[in-house]
């Protein structure tokens, strides 16, 4: 009887994980394709439109400054509301942003909609967390969050494609339509959560140890600077890449390769951390040598260099995030939806301040000290993880 049982449980476990993942994918890829689409499809906005390069800049600045604002108060919103509830709602908001991009009809309604859209992101990420870890069985929730990080890079590759798929065929305002169906459709598939919806406040504990707030406000800088030196990467690889010899079209095949470097790191890490079980803290402080590593490749200017450099940047120094959730889901089991609304906090000061301090560096000293100044950034973000794993 035993054994018959088993079987069963564990394929309804494998069912219930499968239906928790596609739509955690699919809303967390809808709350961050509008900065990505607006980038991605850069060119046909700015012809239409009628603006400059520095007011892409400044949306998708906005964007991480607002979520960074809001992502301490969402993680709240989450707790009081439910997983499942705050998944739907993030979902919806992601899609009327998306569908108010594709309405643009001058710079200063695609800046303002595009900053709105960071608040259903600040909503669906920690609202994500939770449910994966409500959902989803210990066993293989390293891989679940793996998933959900790689949504991230997949969004990238999304909106690469979406500009010879859609914006050259039927227009790039359809682009902005078809992502807001795919979040509508998302909202509709989200998982209930029982223990969240009907104990939605009993998550809400805090931590009364002052060491374990100590090791969260030391994640949240690690997660801060490594996001800072990662998110360079995607801003800024394809225009070092035309200086330092390779062709537009082959830059734009360094970014694809990265990205997709990335992706398969994410995915792996996770499926490596539930077999292996190893220090995960210590993982992420490794991966984020690595990548300083990656980034001083870079630095060089020289092609074969550059494109390992890049290649080892997304892989290593881009790929931690899903398992910095598993830590913290792992560290405050009581309040992940807090707990990692403080980590993702940092995430989204990084996003927004790293690239801009990137870019103000190369134009003022070079794009070689900036990826220099990149690497350093990652090595200190490393040394803070170190310093929160001996603090929790």
Not at 13 to 23: F, Q
Not at 310 to 326: Q, T
Request: hydrophobic share 55%; proline share 4%; aromatic share 6%.
């Amino acid at each position: 009887m035993t054994d018959a049982v088993k079987p069963h449980s564990m394929r309804h476990a494998r069912a219930g994980t499968v239906r928790t993942l596609v739509p955690v994918a699919a809303v967390v890829t809808a709350g961050i394709l509008p900065v990505f689409l607006v980038g991605g499809l850069g060119v046909q906005l700015q012809r239409e439109l009628g603006f400059g390069a520095a007011v892409l800049g400044l949306g998708t600045a906005g964007f991480f400054g607002v979520a960074a604002l809001a992502s301490r108060a969402m993680g709240w919103v989450v707790e009081r509301i439910g997983a499942s509830r705050a998944m739907r709602l993030a979902a919806v908001g992601s899609s009327l942003c998306l569908l108010g991009l594709g309405a643009s009809d001058n710079a200063a309604w695609l800046i303002a909609v595009v900053w709105l859209a960071g608040l259903p992101n600040s909503l669906g990420q920690p609202a994500a967390n939770l449910l994966i870890t409500q959902n989803v069985p210990v066993r293989v929730r390293a891989t679940a969050f793996g998933v959900k990080q790689a949504s991230i890079p997949a969004a990238t590759l999304l909106s690469g494609l979406a500009v010879p798929a859609v914006a050259l065929t039927i227009g790039w305002r359809w682009a902005f339509v078809l992502a807001a169906v795919t979040g509508c459709c998302a909202a509709l598939f989200v998982p209930g959560s029982p223990a969240a919806d009907s104990h939605g406040a009993g998550s809400a504990q805090e931590s009364s140890s002052g060491s374990g707030r100590a090791a969260l406000l030391l994640l949240a800088a690690a997660a801060g600077l490594g996001s800072a030196a990662a998110n360079a990467l995607g801003a800024f690889v394809t225009t070092t890449a035309v200086q330092v010899g390779f062709g537009p079209a082959a830059a734009g095949l360094v970014l694809s390769l990265g990205s997709a470097a990335g992706l398969a790191v994410r995915l792996l890490a996770g499926v490596a951390a539930d077999r292996k079980n190893p220090d995960t803290l210590r993982v992420i402080t490794t991966m984020l040598f690595v990548g300083s590593l990656g980034y001083g490749l870079m630095a060089l200017g020289t092609t074969t260099p550059f494109l390992l450099g890049a290649i080892v940047g997304f892989g290593a120094g881009w790929a931690w995030p899903g398992l910095l959730n598993f830590a913290v889901a792992h560290l405050n089991p009581g309040r992940v939806a807090g707990a990692t609304s403080v980590t993702q906090t940092g995430v989204y000061i990084g996003g927004s301040g790293g690239p801009l301090l990137f870019g103000l560096l190369a134009e003022h000293a070079g794009l070689r000290s900036a990826w220099l100044a990149a690497a350093a950034v990652a090595i200190l973000a490393g040394s803070f993880l170190l310093a929160a794993r001996r603090r929790s």
